[in-house]
Nanobody, 124 residues
Framework: QLYIVESGGGLVQPGGSLRVSCRVS????????IGWFRQAPGKEREGVGC????????TYADSVKGRFTFSRDPLQNTVDLQMDSLKPEDTAVYYC?????????????????WGQGTQVTVSS
């Protein structure tokens, strides 16, 4: 069982930056992946990116590649998502999720544990 809590988020102007954090606690296995997802009003939840705790390898959705970056602190069991060059279409509730498997995936159906989400709004 893993417990996930997101923090950060808020309101930022277009072109600005924001950082959201995901803290994982509970009973860990040897490996798991952390995924970030987002859901805008009226849209399906989509994958933003994921990172493997096995080797630190990361995968990003095309829509955020080059603008979003993961950073992981294995001692604190946190994964931060640094979001730069934000656009209004990045506005959504951002969710952190985890699953006990070694290989990253952006398929939300694969994830077992979810946080409550944090709102990110990009607007002038």
């Amino acid at each position: 069982q893993l417990y996930i809590v997101e923090s950060g988020g808020g309101l930022v102007q277009p072109g600005g930056s924001l950082r959201v954090s995901c803290r994982v606690s509970g009973l860990f296995k040897d490996y798991y992946i952390i995924g970030w997802f987002r859901q805008a009003p009226g849209k399906e939840r989509e994958g933003v990116g994921c990172i493997s705790t096995t080797d630190g390898s990361a995968t990003y959705a095309d829509s955020v590649k080059g603008r979003f970056t993961f950073s992981r602190d294995p001692l604190q069991n946190t994964v931060d998502l640094q979001m730069d060059s934000l656009k209004p279409e990045d506005t959504a509730v951002y969710y952190c999720a985890a699953v006990f498997q070694p290989v990253c995936t952006l398929d939300r159906q694969m994830y077992t544990f979810w946080g409550q989400g944090t709102q990110v709004t990009v607007s002038s």
